[in-house]
């Protein structure tokens, strides 16, 4: 079962940030924060992982909250390009044993014209 | 540099039949991953490996063999196709934290 809950679906305005949320509350301490999206049928692709701290990078910027229990991934000028499907996943680090990526179902974002 | 290149992009199958998908890396990367993609779902890893000549199972290893004889490809087999194993596969390879996928295998069998 994923570890994460996100929404759905949800809609944002091309030129507007679009700010997605996800719940992971059960995330162990060496658990990371990561996000992949995935555009129309390609292969999902990676987008910034986290694990306390903020971080950003060229596509976006990661929010987790203080107790981790939730995050934002921030896009902050959607354009038409970033109408995906965005997966948060939680997973540890380097121990393939378990470090295995469980894809939910992901939000599926619009950004309209 | 080609990436992550994944053969063939298309198969139909007949039920009980046999086939090898193959995926192919030109990062040097150590980890290699199967996926399968259901209509609505997310990806679910069938089979995975951690270097040349090792693989381990994943979430939905049934039905499924792999082979990881050269580190630069990772071979997925289906020994006697079923019509539940309809479905887009994706490999994937990663170095550590970023895994980069391929394109996709959209297999049908009927």
């Known amino acids: 079962d994923a570890k994460t809950t996100q929404p759905t679906s949800m809609d944002c305005a091309e030129g507007r940030a679009a700010n997605l949320p996800c719940n992971h509350s059960?995330?162990?301490?060496?658990?990371?924060v990561y996000w992949y999206r995935q555009i129309h049928s390609q292969g999902p692709q990676y987008i910034i992982h986290g694990l306390k701290n903020n971080e950003t990078n060229e596509m976006a910027s990661l929010i987790i909250t203080e107790d981790r229990k939730s995050s934002t991934l921030i896009l902050p000028h959607a354009t038409l390009r970033d109408t995906a499907v965005y997966y948060c996943?939680?997973?540890?680090?380097?121990?393939?044993?378990?470090?295995?990526?469980?894809f939910g179902t992901g939000t599926r974002l619009q950004v309209f014209p | 540099n080609a990436g992550v290149t994944q053969t063939p992009k298309f198969r139909v199958l007949k039920t009980g039949q046999s086939m090898t998908l193959l995926c192919a890396q030109d990062?040097?990367?150590?980890?290699m991953y199967w996926y399968r993609q259901d209509p609505g779902m997310g990806l679910r890893l069938i089979h995975y490996s951690v270097g040349e000549g090792t693989t381990a199972k994943g979430e939905v290893p049934d039905g499924y063999n792999v082979s990881r004889l050269k580190k630069q490809n990772f071979l997925l087999g289906l020994e006697s196709a079923a019509p539940s194993q309809t479905s887009v596969y994706f490999c994937a390879s990663s170095l550590n934290y970023e895994q980069y996928f391929g394109p996709g295998t959209r297999l049908t069998v009927t």
């Open positions: 059960t995330i162990s301490g060496n658990e990371y």
């Open positions: 996943i939680v997973s540890q680090w380097g121990s393939y044993n378990t470090d295995k990526l469980i």
């Open positions: 990062m040097n990367h150590e980890y």
